[in-house]
């Protein structure tokens, strides 16, 4: 497709159930970003996927967070055993190669969870 | 002390008027900055990179300042629909891009 897709693009869970948020960048993009984004706040960065290099997680707030890019595509955020402060917008971002060139942002999974 | 600040305003500015907004970043290092976009429940666009030189894209002039460590965006002749919250964007560490917090713009008539 021509931008960023994100699905869902609403999410309600109950707390302690996993979800998973997938993420399908523009073809061709190296780089892709996870961010989340509470009301109210700025984007805090999650993970970051470059090429076939291992990811860096080191915005990844708990183990019950983990993502995986498969074919240097499509990436999946999961969350087990959600909390009601995983409640968010969680933005997945893609660029050409790494952030140098600016990011391409998709319309969001916003996950509520009750 | 944070990697990217701002100022979170609200900046609060009649049609037409010249608005500033300043941000400023820790690692002296960084190599890459930008201003974002982002309207209300939607998601962050890209508004402009920011040169090391200075650039300008029609209203809008971005400038970085690498003694000092701050970038600027001026908002000349300002349109309702420039309402907004307006992010900083510098690459911390390789790729690793830090948003700032964000600053609200509200133009009124």
């Known amino acids: 497709g021509a931008g960023v897709s994100q699905s869902p693009s609403n999410k309600v869970t109950e707390k302690g159930k996993d979800v998973e948020l997938r993420c399908d960048p523009i073809s061709g993009h190296t780089a892709l970003y996870w961010y989340r984004q509470s009301l109210g706040q700025g984007l805090e960065f999650l993970i970051y996927?470059?090429?076939?290099?291992?990811?860096?997680k080191s915005g990844l707030p708990s183990d019950r967070f983990s993502a995986e890019r498969t074919g240097g595509s499509v990436s999946t955020l999961t969350i087990q055993r959600t909390q009601q402060e995983d409640s968010a917008v969680y933005l997945c971002a893609s660029s050409p190669l790494g952030g140098r060139y600016g990011y391409t942002f998709g319309s969001g999974t916003r996950l509520t969870v009750v | 002390r944070k990697e990217v600040e701002q100022d979170p305003g609200p900046f609060n500015v009649p049609e037409g008027a010249t608005v500033a907004f300043n941000c400023t970043y820790s690692?002296?290092?960084?190599?890459?900055f930008f201003w974002y976009r982002q309207d209300c429940r939607k998601e962050p666009k890209l508004l402009m990179s920011v040169y090391s030189s200075g650039n300008e894209d029609g209203r809008f002039t971005a400038q970085l300042n690498r003694a000092s460590q701050y970038i600027s965006l001026l908002i000349r002749d300002s349109k309702l629909s420039d309402s907004a919250t307006y992010l900083c964007v510098v690459d911390y560490n390789n790729n690793d891009m830090r948003f700032g917090a964000g600053t609200r713009l509200t133009v009124k008539p």
């Open positions: 690692n002296s290092a960084s190599q890459s």
């Open positions: 996927f470059q090429g076939n290099s291992a990811p860096d």
